[in-house]
Structure formats: structure tokens, C-alpha cells
């Protein structure tokens, strides 16, 4: 099985549909001729052809308000959003015709758009590189939102989400994009080439939607991630010799509730990591889901650990950061309570 | 003022020019647009652009946009004040398509009467005529075919009286009764018709324009032979989305007429509040490269041969044409609405353009065509028509009545399938 960088997983994934669905069709700024700025659409067009795949005026609500048209025609559209940081001029075509084009139709439009966008701190890219802005769309009905953590995830994840019938928000965590980044700035970059979910089949396969996926057992407390924050929550586990049981969401909408009642259930203790800010991060959902089903099984009030309640600030990335020593700090100090 | 340089210790103020030559002599005023009259004044509409019938050239539908750029500038008339056709414009129409197109505008006439009365006997929560307006939708509809795509906004149901989309199917949407196609789930008038290829309306204006961009782009990209059209109001053109919706249709050669109805009026505010005043809507093509035309959208001719003209350029692969209908919105923005509170009674029946149903009657008349027997018979056809379907529809039920569909229903089509919130939810709510 090859190994596979985040990047060409998604590359693949996208490959695969166009080959496979001729309806498919992908388009944004740069990602035609070039390829993408990080590269994810790099020599689709050349394969597939300029109307397959092509570039777009920088115009987000245009880019999603001409994709939401061309999948009530009957189309599946892939779009880019270079970065999740600008993708708010596209919130009004998201919020008001994607998320509720079937509801508002009674079921004869939809639309089935798969939105793509890195988000996400760790590359020095100040408050306009770095948003994590899930919890405006987690907040929308109608619309899902889908977040990878692997290669293997990403490449199974953006198939599901391009075959899916509902308008599929797939934020991309950028900081994985080359490697399993766990918040440890030093001693050298990590790549994928090492990880077991570096190994990507090269052809078609889904992973469903609504699936958290389990990747630490542990006895001690649940820790609920997705994103980068998974490789976090596993360094901090390793760190602080907490037994943890890492649940990595990879769907919010629809949210694997399963899973996380299981889990919070059986260890009695519940940390929620996100980078995005605290909030009405999507964090406090996790947490009122948490306590409005597991409360009498809680043995110590839910930890959040998150993005500072600032902008997201240049030179002080690590220190915004929600990094390991944050995560097992907090696994450390409710194992005391 | 605050002092923005406390962190740096920096002084501002040092910085500051007194160079008194480089400030300006005068003091500067801020513009905010009124228009020619108020309540209480006289319609004025010596502002208004107007060129005669039949005196604005028709260039071929191969002419690059480049060179038609005095187009915006005029107005496409054809009819003129005796009812003759005149000019390049007028379009070589089949008196059966004018009879058509003078019933679906006399039915959605009707039609907005009497779901205005319905309104206001509480038999619904709101509702917006389109009275004045009626040619711009059922001129462009016949204009076009079956097949293509209509994106209107919300005052064009015209487009689907001309489409023959039931109108029993229209009540039951405006009083949400037990038979409502959309369940409930939307205010009146906010129709959806897939099987009529006309896409669901919403509130939220101009997001449709780039929807409609869209779905051409798709229609081109699968060799498809179809193409779409797109309505908006001169308030909405205000939007950013309009703007996208121009430049993706521009770059990409979209196959899609985009039609401004310019009605004078977005609730209270005057054309001139968007920025009417400045240039024509229609101009605003030409800065992206655009064919633009600028018709009398009262004259039935006018717009039927501009739709005509611009579906010609689109299917033949020279893309989009933003036509500018210009127009009179005769009535109250909707039922919520008092229009006497910011502009003059009289201006409507004092508008210079007419009435588009009057107009047409008027040319079918002159060309031996049509009588005031043929006229006044179907005159009551179509009153007789609207009332019996308005008595089938609140036999089935008006608002507000209980004969609605299920209030368990609203969980559905969230997603295709329910999640576990929505069946959670319905079993919380009692359903």
C-alpha cells in the first residue's frame, strides 16, 4: 500500500471521484493550473481536463453561490477555500441556501457541495492564516462538518463527504498536512512516512459519516479531539502517563454521540481539547451533550482545554497554542479530583 | 480623540501636517440621494432617461460587447403611445404568443388581488403583489424555453402564471394549508416549482444571481444545451453576491440572462439609494465586459425581444447579457408596507411608461387582433378562474385554520436522512 502524506491523500481522494463520478467537478483560487497554494489539487487538471477542474475569481460567496447552482443542476462540486480565515464571505450563500435549499424546498432541491478548507494554527500564520471556525457551521442545520487527522482519515472522509447528498463542510487541519504534528516544537519535524496512517489505499473507499474513532483505549478520562489535537492529546497522554481513552470525533455533524457516551461512561472524567477558541466553541456543545448524558457518572466537573479567548497572535503562536503540556497538565491535575 | 501611539511612547501629534496647501478650500459635505418627489409633492419624472419607441439600434447577436456600450444608455422601446410596434426591436411574435402573454399578465393580475383581499380577511400572514411588474416576468418566460432555468426573486410570479404552474398549488403554498407543496416550512409567496424548472425562493436577496451563474456554468461544462435566467431587484444590486454573480458570469462565458427589474422602488428606498442615480443598472455591465441592454419592462414587445436577443447570445456560446427592466412597482412592497408614507399616490398612475397590460391590449387591439368583446370575456374567464380555485384552496384550509400539514413534518429534509437530533428532538416536541 503506498504511503501517503495528508496532501496527496486528499489529492488522491479527488483524483478517484473524477475518475470515478463524471459529475464531479472542482474548482478555486489557484487550484487549476498550479494546483493549489498546499498543493491538494496539483495535476488534477492536467489529468482530467480545464472544465474538471479549474481556477475561480477570488470570490469565496461566489466560488459556493456558482457551486451550489451547478449541484442543484446536478453536479457534485468540490470547492476550495484557500483558508478557513476567509471563508466568511461565503457564510450567507453556506447559511442561507446550502444548509437549507432541501428544508425550505420541501426535498425538491438540494444541493450536495463539499467545501474544503485548511484551518488551523501552527504555521506562523497570524489571525488571518489560522482560524478554526467549525462552531459557525456546527451551529447551522443542514449543513455537516467533517474533520480529518490522518492521511488514511482524510482520503476516506472527502470521498464519503463528495458522495454525500447534504452540503459537507471538510475543514482541512493544515498543520497535518505534512506530518502528525503533537504541539512538540522541537527536536524536528515529524513526517507521515512513519505513521500506520500513512498507508492509503490508491483507490476508492469511504469511511462513513457519524463514526468517532477511538485511537487510545484508556481507563482514566475520555479526551475528546479532532484535528490536530488528536496527535496533541496522544503526546500528552504519553507525557503525563494518564491513561487516557483519545476519541477523535473526525465527524461533528453528525457527532458520533455513541461513542462519546460509551467512553465518558465507562472512565467517569471527560477533557475536551480544541484549538478554536473557548467560547461557544464547539467544545461547550461537546460538554452540555456530556453532562446531559453522562452526569451521574461523572465523577469531576468537564475540563476544556482551547485556543485562548484572543485572536489567534503571530508571535506568540505556542504560547496560544493548546499544546501537550496544557492537555496533560489538565489530565493530570482531574485524575485528582 | 483617543491617542492610538500610549504602548510605543511615540508622540502623533509631531507627525501631523499644517501644511495649509494641502487642505481643501471648501468644507466637505456628504451626499445622501432624495428623490424627485415625497408625499404631498408632485410626481416628477423629468429625471428620467427615456428614448422614443423603436429609436435604439439592434445590434446582431454575434456584435462583441465591446461594441454596444451606448446601449445602457438608451432604453429599448417598441411599443409606443398608440400601441405600433417600432423599430429594429420589435420582434417578429405570433399574435397567439401576444394573446398568451395578455392572459398570464391579466391572470397574475387577478391573481394578486385576490390573495391581497385573502391577506388582509386573515386568511394569510402576508403577501406581495406584482402589479405593474407583470411584463418582466411573463414577457421573459415566453421568451424562453421550457427547459431552461428561472432563479427569480420574489415578485415574479408571472413566471410561473406563464408556465402554467397550477395556481391552486400557489394558494395552498400562501395559506400553508394541508395540500401546501412546501409543507409549511415557508412564508406565502415563497414558492418552489421543479417541476416547472423554477428553483425555490428565499429572502435573502441576490444570493440566487450566483446560483443561477452556477447552474449555467454546469449546463455549459456538461454540453448541455440549456441555459438559465436570474432576476433581481435595483435594491439588491447593491449586494456583493451581485457583483460575483457578474464576474463569474463575465469570465467563464455563463450561459444565463441576468435581469435587474428596476421598479423605482426597494421598500422606501428610491433607485437612487442603490445607485441609480449615477449610472444606469444596466451600465454596470459594461465594467465587466458584458452585453447590457436597458428595456421598457411595461412593454410586452421590448421585453420579449431582449430576452430573446440575449438567450440567442447565450446559446450560442457568447455568453451572459445583463438586461435592465425598467418598470414601475405600482403597489406596497408587500402587505407589511404603507408606501404612502414615503412617496407621492399619484406617481404610480402618472408612471410615463404605462401599464404593461393595458399597452399590450392596446397593440393586439391595433392589429386587428384582439376586440373590447374579446377582452371583457376574458376578463371574467380569468375572475371566474381565480375564484373557483381560491374556494377549492380554502376548502382545503387558510392559515391559522388547524388544516395544515403535520407539525411533525418539520424534522424532516434537515438532511436527506434524519440524525439523532432531529428524531430526539420530534420525540421531545410530542410528535
Given at each position: 500500500m503506498p504511503t501517503m502524506n495528508m496532501i496527496q491523500a486528499l489529492n488522491s481522494a479527488m483524483d478517484v471521484m473524477l475518475g470515478?463520478?463524471?459529475?464531479?467537478?472542482?474548482?478555486?483560487?489557484?487550484?487549476?493550473?498550479?494546483?493549489?497554494?498546499?498543493?491538494?489539487?496539483?495535476?488534477?487538471?492536467?489529468?482530467?481536463?480545464?472544465?474538471?477542474?479549474?481556477?475561480?475569481?477570488?470570490?469565496?460567496?461566489?466560488?459556493?453561490?456558482a457551486a451550489i447552482g451547478m449541484g442543484v443542476y446536478g453536479l457534485r462540486p468540490v470547492v476550495e477555500i484557500q483558508f478557513a480565515d476567509y471563508i466568511y464571505p461565503a457564510i450567507d450563500q453556506l447559511v442561507s441556501t446550502a444548509a437549507r435549499l432541501r428544508y425550505r424546498s420541501a426535498g425538491e432541491y438540494?444541493?450536495?457541495?463539499?467545501?474544503?478548507?485548511?484551518?488551523?494554527g501552527g504555521i506562523f500564520g497570524g489571525q488571518t492564516h489560522s482560524q478554526s471556525p467549525e462552531s459557525l457551521f456546527t451551529h447551522v442545520v443542514g449543513l455537516?462538518?467533517?474533520?480529518?487527522?490522518?492521511?488514511?482519515?482524510?482520503?476516506?472522509?472527502?470521498?464519503?463527504?463528495?458522495?454525500?447528498?447534504?452540503?459537507?463542510?471538510?475543514?482541512?487541519?493544515?498543520?497535518?498536512?505534512?506530518?502528525?504534528?503533537?504541539?512538540?516544537?522541537?527536536?524536528?519535524?515529524?513526517q507521515w512516512s512513519n505513521h500506520p496512517a500513512s498507508e492509503v489505499p490508491e483507490d476508492y473507499f469511504r469511511i462513513p459519516l457519524e463514526k468517532a474513532s477511538v485511537v487510545r483505549e484508556g481507563g482514566d478520562v475520555t479526551v475528546l479531539v479532532y484535528g490536530t489535537m488528536v496527535h496533541v492529546a496522544l503526546a500528552a497522554a504519553a507525557d503525563s502517563g494518564v491513561d487516557a481513552e483519545v476519541v477523535d470525533l473526525r465527524t461533528l455533524v453528525p457527532l458520533d454521540i455513541e461513542t462519546i457516551e460509551n467512553s465518558v461512561n465507562k472512565t467517569g472524567r471527560c477533557i475536551i481539547v480544541h484549538e478554536a477558541t473557548r467560547t461557544s466553541g464547539f467544545g461547550a456543545e461537546l460538554s452540555a451533550v456530556v453532562q446531559e448524558r453522562c452526569f451521574f457518572k461523572l465523577e469531576t466537573r468537564i475540563r476544556r482545554v482551547t485556543g485562548w479567548d484572543t485572536p489567534y497572535p503571530h508571535a506568540f503562536e505556542w504560547q496560544y497554542f493548546p499544546g501537550p503540556e496544557r492537555v496533560a497538565a489538565a489530565m493530570l491535575e482531574i485524575m485528582e479530583t | 480623540m483617543p491617542t492610538p501611539a500610549k504602548r510605543t511612547g511615540k508622540s502623533v501629534s509631531a507627525s501631523v501636517s499644517t501644511d495649509a496647501k494641502r487642505r481643501n478650500s471648501v468644507p466637505l459635505y456628504l451626499k445622501v440621494p432624495e428623490p424627485p418627489a415625497r408625499p404631498?409633492?408632485?410626481?416628477?419624472?423629468?429625471?428620467?432617461?427615456?428614448?422614443?419607441?423603436?429609436?435604439?439600434?439592434?445590434?446582431?447577436?454575434?456584435?462583441?460587447?465591446?461594441?454596444?456600450?451606448?446601449?445602457?444608455?438608451?432604453?429599448?422601446r417598441v411599443l409606443d403611445d398608440e400601441g405600433v410596434a417600432c423599430g429594429p426591436w420589435s420582434p417578429n411574435i405570433n399574435p397567439d404568443v401576444l394573446r398568451t402573454g395578455l392572459r398570464a399578465m391579466m391572470l397574475t393580475r387577478h391573481f394578486d388581488d385576490r390573495m391581497l383581499r385573502a391577506q388582509r380577511q386573515g386568511k394569510s400572514t402576508f403577501y406581495m403583489q406584482s402589479t405593474g411588474e407583470e411584463a418582466v416576468a411573463v414577457a421573459s418566460a415566453l421568451a424562453l424555453d421550457a427547459e431552461d432555468m428561472f432563479f427569480p426573486t420574489y415578485r415574479q410570479q408571472g413566471l410561473y402564471i406563464a408556465r402554467n404552474y397550477p395556481l391552486i398549488d400557489m394558494m395552498n403554498q400562501i395559506y400553508s394549508n394541508a395540500n401546501d407543496p412546501l409543507m409549511g416550512r415557508q412564508m406565502p409567496i415563497m414558492y418552489s416549482a421543479r417541476t416547472h424548472n423554477i428553483f425555490s425562493l428565499?429572502?435573502?436577496?441576490?444570493?440566487?444571481?450566483?446560483?443561477?451563474?452556477?447552474?449555467?456554468?454546469?449546463?455549459?461544462?456538461?454540453?448541455?444545451?440549456?441555459i438559465s435566467a436570474g432576476w433581481i431587484g435595483d435594491g439588491a444590486t447593491a449586494e456583493g453576491d451581485f457583483h460575483a454573480a457578474l464576474v463569474f458570469a463575465a469570465v467563464y462565458h455563463a450561459p444565463v440572462i441576468i435581469n435587474i427589474v428596476n421598479n423605482q422602488w426597494a421598500i422606501s428606498s428610491y433607485q437612487g439609494i442603490a445607485g441609480g442615480d449615477e449610472a444606469p443598472f444596466a451600465a454596470r455591465g459594461i465594467g465587466y465586459g458584458l452585453p447590457a441592454l436597458r428595456v421598457d419592462g411595461n412593454d410586452f414587445l421590448a421585453v420579449y425581444a431582449a430576452t430573446q436577443w440575449a438567450a440567442?447570445?447565450?446559446?450560442?456560446?457568447?455568453?451572459?447579457t445583463l438586461i435592465e427592466l425598467f418598470t414601475y412597482r405600482a403597489e406596497g412592497h408587500s402587505t407589511s408596507d404603507d408606501p404612502s408614507r414615503y412617496r407621492p399616490s399619484e406617481e404610480g398612475p402618472k408612471w410615463p411608461l404605462g401599464d404593461p397590460i393595458e399597452r399590450l391590449k392596446t397593440h393586439l387591439t391595433k392589429i386587428g387582433e384582439w376586440s373590447d368583446a374579446q377582452h371583457g370575456a376574458l376578463n371574467d374567464e380569468l375572475v371566474k378562474t381565480v375564484r373557483d380555485t381560491q374556494r377549492q384552496a380554502e376548502a382545503i384550509g387558510t392559515h391559522g385554520t388547524g388544516a395544515g400539514p403535520s407539525p411533525k413534518t418539520m424534522f424532516d429534509d434537515v438532511y436527506k436522512e434524519p440524525d439523532w437530533r432531529m428524531l430526539r428532538q420530534r420525540q421531545e416536541a410530542g410528535f
Open positions: 470515478r463520478d463524471p459529475t464531479v467537478v472542482i474548482f478555486g483560487e489557484d487550484v487549476g493550473y498550479f494546483g493549489g497554494v498546499f498543493r491538494a489539487t496539483d495535476g488534477l487538471q492536467k489529468t482530467h481536463g480545464k472544465t474538471r477542474c479549474f481556477d475561480s475569481p477570488i470570490s469565496e460567496g461566489g466560488i459556493v453561490g438540494w444541493s450536495p457541495i463539499t467545501v474544503r478548507s485548511p484551518y488551523g455537516k462538518v467533517v474533520i480529518p487527522s490522518t492521511p488514511y482519515d482524510a482520503k476516506g472522509l472527502l470521498i464519503t463527504s463528495i458522495e454525500d447528498d447534504d452540503p459537507v463542510i471538510f475543514l482541512e487541519p493544515k498543520r497535518l498536512y505534512s506530518g502528525p504534528f503533537s504541539g512538540q516544537t522541537e527536536g524536528g519535524v515529524k | 404631498g409633492e408632485s410626481p416628477d419624472f423629468s429625471h428620467l432617461a427615456l428614448s422614443e419607441a423603436g429609436a435604439v439600434r439592434r445590434p446582431d447577436t454575434d456584435v462583441p460587447a465591446g461594441e454596444m456600450r451606448d446601449l445602457p444608455y438608451l432604453l429599448v428565499a429572502g435573502n436577496l441576490a444570493l440566487h444571481l450566483n446560483q443561477a451563474v452556477g447552474w449555467a456554468m454546469a449546463s455549459a461544462l456538461s454540453g448541455d444545451t440549456k440567442e447570445r447565450a446559446r450560442a456560446n457568447l455568453g451572459a
